[in-house]
């Protein structure tokens, strides 16, 4: 298994641009998440999905749209890029929306926004 | 937003000692776990400790609950140089039907050879 796979790795912006960060797990995981990661800041949830066709708002889904057409893919779009969200974004799944599972990580998509 | 808050922001030992890592949080919980970021990485699950457990050990880590605080710390005995990485703590809410874990800040460990 792959895990949780993201691309790309790297990306750079100019403010206005729109771009989609790709997140796919092979998993057959319900539960998919978007997280900005920012110094000093912790992880902040952006979007969740509790499965294929769900999709909810986390603490900071301003800027960022999601859609979950498949199990597996679960893409964070980006409508007008801001200097703001420059950030490191993780993609994550886990079995089910329950937290008592473990949620795995993808290995994150550097954005700098100029 | 309920979130957990680590403390020490920054944690500096020499291989060997145990490294002792804080977790306060606002409001009742179902879990919380344990992970652990290495620089440029993605997090990777340590452990996890339920609402009605008081302790649970992984090999060298031991994870500590005391609901009554809102607290729980994490414990790395005989630390390698290897550990030398951020650590978070992620809690749920009672109230929500949703899962949606909630990150503290993180505790910045390095481990001097």
Known sequence: N??????????????GQSMTLQCAQDMNHEYMSWYRQDPGMGLRLIHYSVGAGITDQGEVPNGYNVSRSTTEDFPLRLLSAAPSQTSVYFCASSYSWDSGNTIYFGEGSWLTVV | SQQGEEDPQALSIQEGENATMNCSYKTSI?????????SGRGLV??????????????????VTLDTSKKSSSLLI??????????YFCATDAVSSNTGKLIFGQGTTLQVKP
């Open chain 2, 77 to 86: 005995t005989a630390s390698r140089a290897a550990d030398t990485a951020s």
């Open chain 2, 30 to 38: 179902n879990n919380l776990q344990w992970y652990r970021q290495n």
């Open chain 1, 2 to 15: 792959a895990g949780v796979t993201q691309t790309p790795k790297f990306q750079v912006l100019k403010t």
């Open chain 2, 45 to 62: 699950h340590l452990i996890l400790i339920r609402s009605n457990e008081r302790e649970k050990h992984s090999g060298r880590l031991r």
